[in-house]
């Protein structure tokens, strides 16, 4: 649906920090890999991924889907996300480490528009670390 803004959108230089590569949200205190890898990868490989990821230091997963939905810029579309923040960001589905219960599937997050699904766990999707 529709949402009411009062003022201005908050400009992306004050919603994020960008240093070393990586975008700090200062909302969410959430650090997001600045740059998406550019291959596609199965869930338990974007898993292992993050969990390998040097950047800046360790410490790196996969992201929840309400994580993911965190920066999903709603104003935009293909890609729904900040450019400015995230340049050159995929406008593809992103997975997220969340399971879908009683299912061999994983939520992710369509940064095309913002939405949110499900895929096969052996399917192959983008991919974006946090920590």
């Known amino acids: 649906g529709a949402r009411c803004v009062h003022g201005s959108p908050t400009p992306p230089a004050?919603?994020?920090t960008i240093a070393s590569g990586i975008v700090t949200d200062n909302a969410t205190k959430l650090q997001w890999q600045q740059a998406a890898p550019s291959s596609v990868l199965t869930w338990a490989?974007?898993?292992?991924y993050c969990s390998q990821l040097v950047l800046?230091?360790?410490?790196?997963?996969?992201?929840?889907a309400k994580e993911l939905r965190t920066i999903v810029d709603v104003r935009r579309v293909a890609?729904?996300?900040?450019?400015?923040?995230?340049p050159n960001a995929p406008d593809f589905y992103f997975w997220s480490s969340s399971a879908v219960a009683g299912s061999n599937g994983a939520w992710d997050v369509n940064f095309s528009d913002g939405g949110t699904g499900s895929y096969g766990v052996g399917?192959?999707?983008?991919?974006r670390c946090v920590r």
């Open 14 to 16: 004050q919603h994020y």
């Open 45 to 48: 490989n974007a898993k292992t």
């Open 56 to 64: 800046n230091g360790t410490g790196w997963r996969l992201p929840t």
């Open 79 to 86: 890609p729904a996300i900040d450019l400015v923040a995230f």
């Open 123 to 127: 399917s192959s999707n983008a991919v």
